[in-house]
């Protein structure tokens, strides 16, 4: 059975977050493919999970647990538990192929075991617990949207950080980085760097600058075409 410790070490040593291999490609998506609610990303997602173990067991639990075909987006990934508490796919191999059953958060929450004893097939329930994210020990909030499928107990969870978080913009991630470094940035290089920063501004101040007129020359055509009546048709 999965020690506690083990668990936390094998998380930070063994599961790196790989790059994305988004799943809302093929057409069937739902039009937000980071909707976390049972209508939207995690319920798609499980009727994926469904279709590919139907079809094919063995080789489903595989592409879940490599994040093949789609089944892995950053953070979000696909796992199983069979009847017997083992669990049959998940993308680290420290919890991949041991006994889960008695798994639980530091709350005592034991989800793996309330998921087998509570999971449908047909039917998506959700639960919150406490998890790390891959490639970290520290244990984060997490919802988990899951169903039975054949003998195996599938989930697909949303950590809550990144629903609340809005998404990273340009000029947010230039903000952060621009604040980050004002910090660290030594006295003798403080004035090269204010130096920078105002050359930063002025080119964004230019573009803005450009932008809006061009967006005034639009519209003062837009007018005189209404003006002139528009375009006519031959013999009017």
Known sequence: MLKAATLAAGLLLGLASPGCAWACGDGEAPTACDDPSPNGFASWMLHRVDRALAADRAQALQDFTDGARGFRTADTYVFCVGPDGIMSAHPNPILKGHDVHDLHDRTGNHFIRTMMETAKPGQIAVIRYLFPKPGSTVEEPKTTYYT?????????????????????????????????????????????????????????????????????????????????????????
């Not at 499928?149 to 599938?154: H, V």
């Not at 910090?183 to 101040?205: S, Y």
């Open 148 to 236: 039975k499928a054949g003998d195996q107990t599938c989930a697909v969870g949303v950590y809550d950080a990144d629903v609340a978080a809005p998404p990273a913009t340009a000029d947010s991630r230039v903000a952060e980085l621009r604040h980050r470094l004002d910090g660290v940035i030594p006295t003798t290089a403080r004035a090269d760097w204010t130096a920078f920063l105002e050359a930063l501004n002025a080119q964004r101040a230019e573009k803005t600058t450009a932008i809006a007129e061009a967006r005034r020359d639009l519209v003062a055509a837009a007018t005189a075409l209404d003006k002139a009546g528009g375009p006519r048709a031959p013999g009017e």
